[in-house]
């Protein structure tokens, strides 16, 4: 699945120099901005585009009715809310986070970022942590070390199948 700011690329909403220039922003911020607020506040993107592209994303499609009318808000975390940061992690010589690289009120925002950032970056590893006050626990990882094992463990299509089902009635054509 493409991210948002993929998708605004592909449906030529803005440009990749506009994305990567709004993801810079984005990192310079440490995270703390989202990059739908950055593409609108800079005006690369309008809030109607942004929507469009998130909707997308989401394998959905805005109808476009002249008499409807979209408005963008931006929800920032209450005070006493919980909030998902996503660190990038090194496991060697000995696992240690690094800097916060994103925070979000929702979840779904900071798996976005993390998968671009997995993307784009290549890390070693990458967690999101919910924290709720002092607390804080992890509730997603990706290490590149386990996405190279569970890539290299996958068996074929007539592997675990026993046929390839993606011929199937291919040869009635």
Known sequence: MA???QAAVEREFLTKAQLEEALAEQRESGGRRLLGEILVASGF?????????????QGLELESNEGTNLSMVLKTSAPGQAVFEVYEVVYEPRYQLQRVLYESPSFLEAADFA????EDHDPSGVEIRRADGGARETVW?????RASAHAASQQSLSET????????GAAAS
Do not use: K
Request: aromatic share 16%; charged share 10%.
């Open 141 to 145: 990882t990706y290490s590149q070390i």
């Open 45 to 57: 993107l309008s809030s109607v585009s942004l929507a469009r592209a998130l909707a997308e994303q």
């Open 3 to 5: 991210t948002a700011g």
């Open 161 to 168: 199948f026993g046929f390839d089902p993606t011929l199937w």
């Open 115 to 118: 998968a671009e950032f997995v």
